[in-house]
């Protein structure tokens, strides 16, 4: 059972550019969420999605998109990355609130 | 809205001393779960507890025990002969509703280093 799984584990962009985090799990679990982690902030939420095609807005979500295609995947995508986005990024699912996060994406924005 | 204060920002211990983490927290909701987390320096989450609101019985996990009392908002999280092992940063988080979900919100984290 691989639970939550993101990719890349660490990624290095230029202002401007764009990507997109992938995050998949395998429980069947109807909500999923991004969280970024800043050092001394704790975790803020981005986006979350409580099923296939639903998603919604968290308390920081300017400059990030996501979709839900399927239950198991919810990508996060930078449209036009800056500095300020440089975080640690952590996908979590659960049947109704994050339980079980991935093991982080370290980005950084030059 | 829905607020975790983790006052303490950094401890530091001996190991084999008890030590006890803070968290309050604040919410209008009267149904809610509060977690624990613990992230060690590989950086990944790992989840410790989660405990409803009308749940005020004291939990014990090993050297892990939890006080939640609802008169003071406070869910305290205590390691007893605490190991080096046991040195992370550990979150408290809230959960309440929102839509047809619940959203977590989390404390700024406690960073325990347990010295040898």
């Known amino acids: 059972n691989a639970g939550v799984t993101q990719t890349p584990k660490f990624q290095v962009l230029k202002t401007g550019q764009s990507m997109t985090l992938q995050c998949a799990q395998d429980m069947n679990h109807e909500y999923m969420s991004w969280y970024r982690q800043d050092p001394g902030m704790g975790l803020r939420l981005i986006h979350y999605?409580?099923?296939?095609?639903?998603?919604d807005q968290g308390e920081v979500p300017n400059g990030y998109n996501v979709s839900r295609s399927t239950t198991e995947d919810f990508p996060l995508r930078l449209l036009s990355a800056a500095p300020s986005q440089t975080s640690v990024y952590f996908c979590?699912?659960?049947?109704?609130?994050?339980?079980?996060f991935g093991d982080g994406t370290r980005l950084s924005i030059l | 809205a829905q607020k975790v204060t983790q006052a303490q920002t950094e401890i530091s211990v001996v190991e084999k001393e008890d030590v006890t983490l803070d968290c309050v927290y604040e919410t209008r909701d009267t149904t809610y779960y509060l977690f624990w987390y613990k992230q060690p320096p590989s950086g990944e989450l790992v989840f410790l507890i989660r405990r409803n609101s009308f749940d005020e019985q004291n939990e014990i996990s090993g050297r892990y025990s939890w006080n939640f009392q609802k008169s003071t908002s406070s869910f305290n999280f205590t390691i007893t002969a605490s190991q080096v092992v046991d040195s992370a940063v550990y979150f408290c988080?809230?959960?309440?509703?929102?839509?047809?979900?619940?959203?977590?919100?989390f404390g700024s984290g406690t960073q325990l280093t347990v010295l040898p």
């Open positions: 999605s409580v099923g296939a095609g639903i998603t």
């Open positions: 988080a809230l959960s309440v509703p929102s839509g047809s979900a619940r959203q977590l919100t």
């Open positions: 979590a699912s659960g049947p109704v609130e994050p339980q079980h």
